[in-house]
Nanobody, 127 residues
Framework: QVHMVQSGGGSVQAGGSLTLSCRVS????????MGWFRQDVGPEREAVAT???????EYADSVKGRFTISQFNGNNTLTLQMDSLKPEDSAMYYC?????????????????????WGEGTLVIISS
């Protein structure tokens, strides 16, 4: 079992920055990929950024150059640094972890493949 506890988020004006954190505990050695997803008004969650065990990262086109995902193995914390925020970045953000490698996380519905989830944190960007 893996447990993920989120912190950070909140409200900021457009152009500002926020940092999301996710403390991971339990069987962390079983994790192959971690990531951040977001969900707006619809039922689908979209991948924002992912990071594999070898440190390789991937980003949604909409956040490239603005968001940075990183993990700190010393304290098992996953972070998402969000800069130059836009109103369209407003959403509920979730950290997630997958046991199986090789997921196509940036395709529609791919979030179903994640095995563990944080509780979500709300991000609101005002114009």
């Amino acid at each position: 079992q893996v447990h993920m506890v989120q912190s950070g988020g909140g409200s900021v004006q457009a152009g500002g920055s926020l940092t999301l954190s996710c403390r991971v505990s339990g069987d962390v050695d079983s994790i192959s990929t971690m990531g951040w997803f977001r969900q707006d008004v619809g039922p689908e969650r979209e991948a924002v950024a992912t990071i594999d065990g070898d440190g390789s990262t991937e980003y949604a086109d909409s956040v490239k150059g603005r968001f940075t995902i990183s993990q700190f193995n010393g304290n098992n914390t996953l972070t998402l640094q969000m800069d130059s925020l836009k109103p369209e970045d407003s959403a509920m953000y979730y950290c997630a972890a997958a046991i199986r490698p090789g997921g196509m996380w940036f395709t529609v519905g791919a979030y179903y493949g994640m095995d563990y989830w944080g509780e979500g944190t709300l991000v609101i960007i005002s114009s």
